[in-house]
């Protein structure tokens, strides 16, 4: 077992939720704690590779040997991940990115003078698609985190976004998924799949860093 198994290997990683402005005090967000993508960027640098790890707002430390882009909302992450392209030959997109956001941030705070209001919101960017879709592509491997039919969704994101590899996991069981501390997944591929079981997030993502570097060198080299 070479545990350098990614050596040099460029890689960008988005994690945690974004955070989506409703006027300047508020904002549209999610649970995602950022644990599995920091863990992924621990052993992935623990691997040996070259990791820039997009972060939208956690409370977590940045791992060592890790260089981290914070980023608040869908767009900045967006942004920063597409500046990383051509300089990277990986991709993996563990962040929880808000499917909306506002149409528009109001300038000032909205005062509560009705009893009712809405807010429109308008699509994100798909971040995960636009890499796997650009012409300089690293290898792409995406989340699926579901409650139900998990499988077939994960499996029709593969296809839909383009990637080379999509982690599943079920979200409807709080021991694992947002928040917890241990996950179980099931990495799905063009013409094959593996379950890993349940652990805790670093034991699971040292082994998640090393099917993906199979993945890598079978896609690459
Ligand atoms: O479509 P869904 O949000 O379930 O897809 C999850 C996968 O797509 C994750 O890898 C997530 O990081 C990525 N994603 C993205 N940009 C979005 C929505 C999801 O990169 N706007």
């Keep these: 077992?070479?545990?350098?198994?990614?050596?040099?290997?460029?890689?960008?990683?988005?994690?945690?939720?974004?955070?989506?402005?409703?006027?300047?005090?508020?904002?549209?967000?999610?649970?995602?704690?950022?644990?599995?993508?920091?863990?992924?960027?621990?052993?992935?640098?623990?691997a040996g590779a070259i990791v820039t790890l997009i972060s939208g707002p956690t409370n977590l430390n940045c791992?060592?040997?890790?260089?981290?882009?914070?980023?608040?909302?869908?767009q900045d992450m967006l942004d920063a991940s597409t500046a990383t392209l051509?300089?990277?030959e990986l991709f993996i997109a563990c962040a929880a990115v808000a499917d909306y956001r506002p149409a528009k941030a109001a300038d000032q705070k909205i005062k509560k003078d009705n009893d009712s209001m809405h807010i429109d919101l308008v699509r994100n960017p798909d971040i995960v698609s636009?890499?796997?879709?650009?012409?300089?592509?690293?290898?792409?491997?995406?989340?699926?985190?579901?409650?139900?039919?998990?499988?077939?969704?994960?499996?029709g994101k593969l296809e839909r976004k383009?990637?080379?590899?999509?982690?599943?996991n079920?979200?409807?069981?709080?021991?694992?998924?947002?928040n917890a501390n241990d996950n179980a997944v099931t990495a799905?591929?063009?013409?094959?799949q593996c379950d890993i079981p349940q652990m805790g997030k670093n034991q699971l993502a040292a082994q998640?860093?090393?099917l993906i570097a199979q993945k890598f060198f079978a896609e690459t080299r």
């Design 1 to 46: 077992f070479n545990s350098r198994i990614l050596d040099g290997v460029r890689l960008t990683i988005t994690a945690g939720p974004t955070r989506e402005a409703i006027d300047p005090v508020r904002y549209i967000s999610n649970h995602s704690s950022g644990k599995m993508g920091y863990a992924l960027a621990a052993a992935a640098a623990d």
């Design 63 to 74: 791992p060592e040997r890790v260089s981290r882009v914070d980023v608040i909302s869908a």
């Design 86 to 88: 051509g300089k990277c």
């Design 130 to 155: 636009t890499v796997a879709n650009h012409s300089e592509r690293p290898v792409t491997v995406g989340f699926a985190a579901e409650t139900q039919d998990l499988l077939r969704y994960a499996r």
């Design 162 to 168: 383009n990637l080379d590899l999509i982690i599943a």
């Design 170 to 178: 079920d979200v409807s069981n709080s021991a694992i998924g947002f």
């Design 188 to 192: 799905i591929w063009k013409d094959g």
């Design 208 to 210: 998640l860093i090393t």
